[in-house]
């Protein structure tokens, strides 16, 4: 059995820049959006997990990541520098400064659709691994735009 959500709300828009990735290195933004698929067997009351349970974490996710530029803390080609209220990126001839408040930074090595699925995927196997022991695999997708889409699968034995 498996449930899959993709509610307008979950969607969120951001600014970002990739590294080494020709045109994508200058600043720009999307349009994103979550869908997300949870696998298992129906629990007492005859779901996997309850709409009204994960609706709100997953809105919670696109809620904290729209109107902001994100940053992939982990990214090694970049040099990252925090003066009090600004936040600057520094890598081959270019230099962003950005306001700390108007960013995310995120765990990740890049800001790509994959590395975000993978991101988002991980913060949903953390709420729900530990309650929901019926759920056997979880995937995440985020579209970038209409047409192309990272889609992360995560089973519960940790395999992707």
């Given at each position: 059995?498996?449930?899959?959500?993709?509610?307008?709300?979950?969607?969120?828009?951001?600014?970002?820049?990739?590294?080494?990735?020709g045109?994508?290195?200058?600043?720009?933004?999307?349009?994103?959006?979550?869908?997300?698929e949870i696998?298992?067997s129906?629990n007492?009351?005859?779901?996997?997990?309850?709409?009204?349970?994960?609706?709100?974490?997953?809105?919670?996710?696109?809620?904290?990541l729209?109107h902001?530029?994100?940053?992939?803390?982990?990214?090694?080609?970049?040099?990252?520098?925090?003066?009090?209220?600004?936040?600057?990126?520094?890598?081959?001839n270019?230099?962003?400064?950005f306001p700390?408040?108007?960013c995310?930074?995120l765990?990740i090595?890049?800001?790509?659709?994959?590395?975000?699925?993978s991101?988002?995927c991980?913060?949903?196997?953390?709420?729900?691994?530990?309650?929901?022991?019926?759920?056997?695999w979880?995937?995440?997708?985020?579209r970038e735009?209409?047409?192309?889409?990272?889609?992360?699968?995560l089973?519960?034995?940790?395999?992707?």
């Amino acid at each position: 059995m498996k449930i899959r959500i993709f509610k307008e709300e979950h969607s969120f828009a951001a600014s970002h820049f990739l590294i080494e990735m020709g045109k994508c290195e200058r600043l720009h933004g999307h349009n994103y959006t979550v869908t997300v698929e949870i696998g298992g067997s129906l629990n007492s009351n005859g779901v996997i997990v309850d709409f009204n349970e994960i609706n709100p974490v997953i809105k919670n996710i696109c809620d904290s990541l729209d109107h902001k530029t994100i940053i992939a803390e982990k990214e090694k080609r970049q040099k990252l520098t925090f003066d009090g209220a600004e936040i600057e990126i520094l890598f081959k001839n270019k230099r962003f400064v950005f306001p700390k408040e108007d960013c995310v930074l995120l765990p990740i090595e890049s800001t790509t659709v994959e590395r975000l699925s993978s991101y988002i995927c991980g913060i949903l196997e953390k709420k729900l691994g530990a309650t929901h022991q019926n759920i056997e695999w979880l995937e995440v997708g985020v579209r970038e735009g209409a047409a192309q889409m990272a889609i992360t699968h995560l089973s519960s034995t940790g395999n992707d």
